[in-house]
Structures are given as C-alpha cells and as structure tokens.
C-alpha cells in the first residue's frame, strides 16, 4: 500500500513538473488555441451538455442578472433537501429561513422524466483589481448539464418553467418596501442612489378600512380585475397599468387605501416627492428604476409643483412684448434661482400615459389630493386617472366600521345618537377614531361612544356659530358695497350737473342716503 502511495506521488510530481516546462515553453496564445482544439474534439465524444448563468452580466455590471437570481430561488426548494453544503438567508424579520446550497455543491433536479444536474460555482482572479466596482471581483455563476438529447426540452420548456417558478417564490418571500426619491444631486457614483427604502410594514388592509360597503367591493373588484388583465391588455393594445384618483378633505383615509391597495397585491410603494425632482429628463429617469408590482404614488399633488394654470401663464406671457430683455433674462435667473424643480406639466402627463410609461408593466398609479378643483383637467382625465375614488366625512356606515374596529361592537343604543349626528355635522373618519380609540384603562365602549356624542355635538354648535358668523360678515360686506356703490352714484350726479345743478345733486344725494338708511333699517317709513 505504501508503495503504491509512493509510485502516485511520483507520478503526481512528473505531471506537474511537465505542466510547468509546458507553460514555460509555450506562450499564452499557444495554450488557448490547444485548449480550444482539445475542447472541440472532446465535444465530440461528451455526451452532456452545459450552460452556464453568470450572477452579473457585462451590460448590467452593477445589477444582479435575474435569470440567476430567479435559478437561486427555484434551487433553494431542493438544495436544502439534497445539498450537503447550504448556506442560510433571513427574510421578512427572521419569520422565515431560506436554505441555498453553497459553492461547488451541485443538486440534481428532475423535468418530465429528464435528469439535470445543477453546480454552483465560482471564479476567482489570479491578481485582485485595485480597484472594484462591486467590493469584490469573485464571479459566481450556475451550471446546468445535462444529456445532448434533452437539449430542445430544456432550452425551450424546461428553462422557461425555472424561470416561472423563480418569480412566483419570490412574489411569495420578498420583503415588499416603501421607496422615496433622493434628490437628483445625489445620483451621482456608480452606485445608483435614485431611491431611498424602508421595509413596508403598514397594517391597513379593506377589511379595516373604514369606507361604504359597497363602494369598498367596488374598489377591491377593480384592483382584483387588473392584476389579472395582463392578456386584456395585451389584447386591446394598452400597457398594463391603472391610474387611481383619491380625492378629499384631510382625514379621510387616503393614505391608509393606498397601503390597503399594497397590502391586497403585494405591490411596492414608490412615494414619488416631485419637488426633489430637477427636471423632466430626471422623472424619466425615476421612472425606469422603478419595478414591476409597484404603486407609484404622488401625494397632495396640487401641492407638490404648480402645475394648474401653465398653459394660460404661458399664452399670456407670449403676448407681452419684451420691452426690457435685461431685465426680463435677471427675472428669469431669480426664478430658475428660487424655484427647486422644473418638471412641467407635460413632463408629468408623459410620466403618466407618454411612450416611457410603457417600461414597465402592472403599476398603479394614484394621486391623492384635497382641492380636486385645483387640478388641470388633462392631468386627472380618463386614460391617466382612470378611477376617481371621493373619501369624504363620514357616514353612519363608515362609523360602523370603525366600531367594530376599534371597540368590537357592532350594535349599540347610542348607535341611533350618532346617526342623528353624523347626518348633522360634518367629522371625518380620523376625528371619529381618535374619539373611538380608549386613552386609558378606565374607559370602556360606552364612555368611547359617549366621548363621540359630545365631540360631534360641539362640531354641530361650532359649526352653527361659524355658518352665523359668516352670514354676519357677508351681510355687513354687502351693505359697504351697497353704500360704495351709492356713493359712485352721487359722483356720476355731480359730474354731469356741474356748478350749474348743485342744487339738484344736493337734493338728489339726500334721497340716496335716505334710501340707503330705509334699506339698512336705520330709519323707517
């Protein structure tokens, strides 16, 4: 046996020593163009064969290439049965772990009969870089093998169905996220900072969202409808994406439907911030860094940029002849100066529904706003805000949901008070929750309703003091007018008398004041 052992390492040694007399005698392009013709022959012979998944690609160098991301899920359900070596990621807050195999493990698969085998490897310079774009210059990959005769089944079916199986793993594991827009100054770097993410962990979902019934259904039949319209819209020739319209006072739950929305289809959420956007090229630019099953979101967009009235501004501003172009470019300056972003309207309707729109697919597209009245027409028309959804004060039906949430009752006797009073007096949803929710251990369901009784009696009074306040004003404005008016009146009088008829102005001017005190009540008939 030793001697065995011997006559191996001796021979290990000659081949070695050889290799390295080869290496030196022939150069490098020597030994490339052998391995090549000694590849060739063997492919002759070699029964097998392989392909091989790079974890990045030369065209996407600082992003993971998703063909192999999508192989490392679908791996993951078999290498923590068969793997001898795995490694372990945690997602979604330790609630679940994920087993992979490690490098140079290979894990056998099976496809309608066909035998694959799967290797993870990797590649590691002789001669480290100086300097790495990614930190590290280690190129993982994945290799697929199998027999030549299965070649048409994998590259055709087989790759497709991993492919498939990869995404529906991670729709099922991912961690969904709330995104924020950094500002345009700090793109720069090769890493690409255009979004800022939080883990998404809102609670709202519609069954405690606080709406109408039936305009809750309608709103969830809607969503339901769209995620399972890719065909259709293929179909009728349109990208596959839905704009949302959510449109009221403050408090009326605006927020929480767009994270019930989330929660429904497992979208992220891209909260789009407009004023941290310097141009239109830049909110392109947003938005193809932006993914697929996602919700783009813009907040109290009447806020964010004006952006009513620029046509008109502009129509008028071509009609005013440039008397001083100094002055006018200084102006021009000061205002570029001031003003922090210059997307346009035009810049955000190709945002919408333009040709760059079409970079993605199954996106959802809401703005929220309190003074719909203030937006321009073609931002909020059909085909861009396809769904206009109002959010208004609430009802006894809304009340009903935000008892059962918030004091687990469904009936009640002062249920009947509050009818009465929701149908009086205008609160909206977030006033009645803060008067629902308990502030202390003492308090119970029925000191909760009571608390809402008077809270909805004092807007009631509050409401009636206001409505004869402003009657007061209009009144006195009314009367100040009347008597502006009488007083233009008296001058016309004067004017076309003259000196000549001053007599009969002065008689003239004192019926219009006697006039005037008889309408004001202040002397009588």
């Keep these: 046996m030793m001697g065995e052992m011997t006559q191996l390492g001796s021979l290990m040694a000659a081949v070695m020593f050889v290799w390295a007399i080869f290496r030196q005698l022939f150069p490098d392009e020597f030994q490339r163009d052998v391995r090549k013709y000694v590849n ?5 012979v070699y029964p097998y064969v392989e392909i091989t998944f790079h974890e990045y690609q030369v065209d996407t160098w600082f992003e993971r290439s998703k063909a192999f991301v999508s192989i490392e899920r679908y791996l993951s359900t078999n290498s923590s049965n068969r793997a001898k070596r795995l490694k372990a990621n945690v997602v979604r807050d330790c609630e679940s772990v994920v087993l992979s195999m490690d490098d140079y493990e290979e894990v056998t698969d099976e496809f309608r009969g066909i035998k694959i085998w799967w290797t993870s490897s990797k ?54 996220k709330l995104y924020t827009n950094n500002k345009s ?9 255009m979004w800022s993410h939080i883990i998404f962990e809102h609670p709202s979902t519609f069954d405690t969202l606080a709406m109408d019934p039936k305009k809750k259904k309608e709103i969830l039949d809607d969503l339901m409808m769209f995620s399972k319209s890719k065909e259709y819209y293929k179909k009728v020739g349109k990208s596959w994406k839905r704009g949302y319209l959510l449109y009221g006072p403050p408090g009326t739950g605006k927020s929480s439907m767009i994270a019930a929305m989330a929660n429904l289809l497992e979208y992220d959420i891209y909260d789009l911030e407009l004023t941290s956007v310097k141009d239109n090229t830049d909110l392109r630019k947003l938005l193809i860094d932006t993914s697929s099953k996602s919700i783009i979101v813009i907040e109290d967009i009447d806020c964010s940029l004006d952006l009513t009235g620029q046509r008109k501004e502009k129509k008028e501003e071509g009609k005013e002849e440039e008397k001083d172009p100094v002055r006018k470019k200084a102006e021009e300056e000061k205002d570029k100066k001031n003003k922090g972003s210059e997307v346009t309207l035009s810049g955000l309707l190709n945002f919408i529904d333009g040709l760059w729109s079409a970079c993605g697919s199954e996106r959802l597209i809401v703005f929220t706003t309190n003074f719909l009245e203030k937006l321009d027409p073609a931002l909020i028309r059909r085909g861009r805000m396809d769904k206009h959804i109002e959010l208004s004060y609430c009802c006894f039906e809304i009340f009903k949901v935000l008892a059962k949430n918030y004091l687990d009752l469904e009936s009640h006797e002062l249920f009947l008070t509050i009818s009465r009073l929701l149908e009086e007096t205008k609160m909206t949803p977030a006033d009645v929750a803060e008067n629902l929710m ?8 029925e000191s909760c309703l009571n608390k809402l009784i008077q809270s909805l009696e004092n807007a009631k009074e509050e409401a009636r003091l206001k409505a004869v306040e402003d009657a007061r004003i209009k009144a ?50």
């Design 40 to 44: 060739k022959v063997v492919s002759y």
């Design 123 to 176: 590649s590691i310079p002789q001669q480290r870089a100086f300097f790495s774009y990614r930190g590290d210059e280690e190129k993982r990959y994945y290799r697929l093998t199998c027999k030549r005769e299965h070649r048409d089944i994998i590259t055709k079916v087989y790759l497709q169905h991993v492919l498939d199986e990869g995404k529906a793993i991670e729709v099922k594991t991912r961690q969904r």
């Design 185 to 193: 100054e700090k793109w720069s770097g090769y890493r690409r900072t």
């Design 438 to 445: 308990p502030k202390s251990f003492e308090e119970n369901a």
């Design 476 to 525: 006195e404005e009314e009367a100040a007018k009347k008597i502006e008016q009488n007083g233009e009146k008296v001058q016309e009088i004067d004017a076309k008398l003259g000196d000549g008829g001053g007599k009969k102005a002065d008689q003239d001017t004192d019926m219009l004041q006697v006039t005037d005190a008889k309408e004001n009540g202040v002397i009588t008939a």
